[in-house]
């Protein structure tokens, strides 16, 4: 932490002149910030929450203690509100309690007092069961009973500054301790520097007090001495003497009046610096409550996103697991049509074959067909030519016939 610096004692001859030099500010570590008000700490785990709980359970039962000191000596006024149950056990316990002092008053037998002392333990442990069962009750009579100021309120204080002290040290990380060190030690060095500030003014005031008296010790002096001689010079004198006492007195009343002007600015400067240091830890006070303010807002808003993060997390979760089922099904169903196209793929193949089949037996006959058709052409034309060849023989023959019976008749 920065802290205030000041000038050398030399150097503050004329401060009520120039005025005292402003300290740096100062600044409180973070760390230190958590432990300089334990009422603002929270526990931030189970086990610091279970001492806390035992802590406090132990100063209610305290409380509570106390507080049956007083109804036991007016049980009669609270009968109706504390019930018959907390009644008889106060009585009870007001009897054992007579017992006890009455063996204790007298000698006797130590083991009956032990055994008394022992009923005595049990009771109280059963009223405080009785009243803590009842947290109403007992809220009521703490507000009801008026208790005088005693022992047990300075024992009951001191369990409860040990109680935020446990706390603080509890939640005080070796780190954190570490800087409420460092920071004290800075505040301390700070305090000590302006004590010594304030101690070198006062010196200084001193001083200048013992050097006022000193001045005017020796201006009495001086008057005496004049005084003395005075009375040995000739009345013819006077005139003079009395001219030169009017200054001395004169000059001794500057000179006290420019003392108490120099004293009082030396006070007003040792009240600025009071001032001034009041004004700082105040000042750091306040920027401690704005930086605890700021931390806890950025906690919470960190402990937002944190549960942002972990919705959006589900939720993605989910989807990736609806994706997976979906996976996992289509590729079951993918599985399932692969070796469906398997046996498909199989049967086309088959089918395919068949069909080469069918168009080679197809082809062939069509071959067959037309070496057929070509062979019946043939025949067709061969058999065309013979009946035209026969027709236009006859015809030949017919025509010869005629021509030779034609010349025969002529002879």
Partial sequence: MATGHSKHPHE?????????????????PLGVMKVLDPRQLKPDNTETERILTVLDETIVKLEITRLILRIIGILERYAKMLGPEITSSLLEHQKLSMELQQLLSSPGDEKSRIAVEQQLKRS????????????????????EVRLR?????????AFVEFRDFTLERLLTSPEEEKEKIR?????????EKNTEMISALQEELAAAIQTRDEEIKRKDETIENLKTS???????????????KMEAEKQQKEDEEASQDRCSRLKQDIQRLRA????????????EMVLRKEKCKTEREIQKWVQKYDTDMSEKQAAYEELQAAHKEEKEQ??????????????????QE????LKEKEEEAARLQARRNQAATCIQAYWKGYLVRSIYKSKLKKAKGKGKGKGKGKK
Avoid: W
């Avoid at 001034?276 to 920027?287: D, G, P, Q």
């Avoid at 068949?354 to 089949?357: A, D, G, P, S």
């Fill in 12 to 28: 503050e001859k004329n401060l009520g002149e120039q005025g005292m030099a402003t300290p740096r500010k100062a600044e409180i």
């Fill in 124 to 143: 109280l442990r059963n009223i405080l069961r009785l009243f803590l069962a009842n947290p109403l009750l007992y809220h009521g009579l703490k507000y």
């Fill in 149 to 157: 100021e005693s022992a047990a309120d300075v024992f009951i204080k």
């Fill in 183 to 191: 920071f004290m030690e800075d505040i301390s060095l700070q305090v």
């Fill in 230 to 244: 005075i009375e040995n010079l000739a009345k013819g004198c006077k005139a003079e003497i009395q001219q030169i």
């Fill in 276 to 287: 001034h240091y009041n004004a700082l830890v105040l000042k750091h006070r306040a920027s």
């Fill in 334 to 351: 993918l599985a399932v049509l692969l070796e469906k196209h398997a046996l498909l793929q199989q049967e086309y193949a088959e089918i």
């Fill in 354 to 357: 068949e069909r080469r089949l």
